[in-house]
């Protein structure tokens, strides 16, 4: 057997590294070649090569695609620019006239690019609470073309039931498709419940290091995947191949972060639950988390994200200036931590008050845990906290 065929029988820790291009064939090489070419020669004019122009195929960009089309357990991987390249790209599969139901707590870039962009296409959406399966329900249309789900969703770590919207999406001929930043393939493998397109910020845990900007998509069908490739040459939102070996270069610890920020998570989550001063702790891991056995029906873990409200707007203002240990800023899943505030960052696009309705209020925190001694994050969110009652 090649080391370039796909193996699906591994653990998924065993796939994270032995993914079918981590030895390149030609030289041996302990890593995939960075292939920075725009065009391929044609050695024979009778017998085009495989990839003729970087944006319709590049062989290290096309290993990446292949890694997380193996990871997620679908037909085919599809490698964009940014997060947001990924789920634009992937939603111009439909055409216009076409509606769309979405999870109404949708990451803010995707509730901007569904309700000012494109709506001036005549592509509609409804923003439905989709921890309720029958308001998802009753926002069908006879126009009703996909169903867009995020589940944990951001900030608040709402919880779709995946295997119950998927299996009436099916029965309807809905696309369904899941933005699986939060939890990735590690925890969760959406395609396995049915999901038609599996969509990622690789910029958050997947790379793994804020070093890197980048989206992937991966399909569940031959067809669905042949849409996703004549719509990725067509709009031309591909990743480089700088870009795509950095992402694998992260990748290949991604199991090993996950899991470590994920202890730390949950014990930071314990640790703000059991403070007077914090009005509420969103962390799916705890006993009280709203939906918690449905996400435990779908994934194998929490995740690194826990969010949390100090209260009000001047309160989470005086906290993000007094830590010391955690970046401040847009983003999470990183090495390091990452505090950041969705009222003014994440969620900013959207209306203040379909935002304080979500409860993203003007008092919470969200924070990405990174690998730091969680001791360390610990004491230093104390003392700023603390110092701000
Ligand atoms: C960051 C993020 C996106 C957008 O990804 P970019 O790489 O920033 O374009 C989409 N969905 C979720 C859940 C995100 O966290």
Redo the contacts with the bound molecule.
Sequence with gaps: MSKKDRDDSYKFDTKLLHFGAEIDEGTGASSVPIYQASTFHHHDIFAPPVHDYSRSGNPTRQALEDYIALLEGGVRGFAYS????A?SSALMILSAGDHIIATEDV?G??YRLLSTILTRMNIETTFVDMTDLDKVKAAYRSNTKAVFM?TPS?PTLRITDVAGVTAWAQEKGLITLL?N??MTPYYQRPIEQGVDIVLH????FLGGHSDV???LAVARTEAIANELKKLQNGLGTVLGAQESWLLMRGMKTLGARMAHSEQSAAKLAAWLTNRSDIDAVYYPGLMNHPGREIHESQSTGYGAVVSFDVGSGERAKQVLNAVKLPLVAV??GAVESILSYPAMM?HAAMPQDFRLDRGITDGLLRFSVGLEDIDDLIADLDQALAANR
């Design positions: 940014s997060g947001m390249a789920i990451y870039g995707t995020e951001n933005d930043t939060f910020s690789a910029t958050k900007l980048a989206g983003s999470l994440s």
